[in-house]
């Protein structure tokens, strides 16, 4: 949900005029984030460069936990080796 509360929407003309009040508002932790709404629909959202690296770490994890889902999945047991065998093959004790 883009909106949870009223006073996170802003006009494009809004964030024109007010932008360090605006990100300052958002470096201190007073506000979380901002929808800049254009022609009266959201056109994008404001928040703290953390929030946002927090946001992309989650689902780049959640796209290499779907990824190795899939090829678990997929796996054939004729074709794979075990790890014990793998450490005797390359001559490691286990």
Excluded: C, W
């Amino acid at each position: 949900m883009l909106l949870d509360r009223a006073d996170q929407a802003i006009s494009s003309t809004d964030l024109q005029k007010n932008t360090k009040a605006l990100l300052d508002r958002i470096a201190s932790g007073e506000q979380d984030r901002y929808v800049v709404i254009r022609d009266n629909r959201p056109a994008a959202v404001l928040m703290p460069t953390e929030r946002y690296e927090a946001i992309m770490n989650e689902l780049e994890d959640l796209r290499v936990e779907a990824l190795a889902r899939d090829r678990l999945a997929t796996l054939e047991n004729a074709t794979s080796i075990s790890h014990a065998d793998m450490l005797a093959y390359f001559g490691k004790p286990d």
